[in-house]
Nanobody
Framework: QLQLVESGGGLVQPGGSLRLSCAAS????????IAWFRQVPGKGREGVSC????????KYADSVKGRFTVSRDNDRKTIYLQMNSLKPEDTGVYYC??????????????????WGQGTQVTVSS
């Protein structure tokens, strides 16, 4: 079973950058689509970015296009989310999620059945 652990969150000033990592274990990662979601208290999870098993398909939410970049290293079993030009509205708990899925990925949480525990990102001056 796919297990995921996020890291790299923290406190950053507006305009700053962070790189989140999602470490996978339990199975070979190269058959899994991975997505990043974020959640703030009182709201549902928002899909931020997703990447297919071989990085051939990538999608971003409109709110992060041009600022966030998702990538993966299947040999190292790690997925990354580089976040630049951060805004206060990017604040939230960031989760990575995985699904056994060849070729595509999505920003809908119901497509994913393996989830990490989340890492807090706070953008504030």
């Amino acid at each position: 079973q796919l297990q995921l652990v996020e890291s790299g969150g923290g406190l950053v000033q507006p305009g700053g950058s962070l790189r989140l990592s999602c470490a996978a274990s339990g199975v070979a990662l190269d058959s899994y689509a991975i997505a990043w979601f974020r959640q703030v208290p009182g709201k549902g999870r928002e899909g931020v970015s997703c990447i297919s098993h071989n990085a051939g398909y990538i999608k971003y939410a409109d709110s992060v296009k041009g600022r966030f970049t998702v990538s993966r290293d299947n040999d190292r079993k790690t997925i990354y989310l580089q976040m630049n030009s951060l805004k206060p509205e990017d604040t939230g708990v960031y989760y990575c999620a995985g699904a056994f899925w060849i070729g595509l990925a999505s920003l809908f949480e119901t497509n994913y059945d393996s989830w990490g525990q989340g890492t807090q990102v706070t953008v504030s001056s």
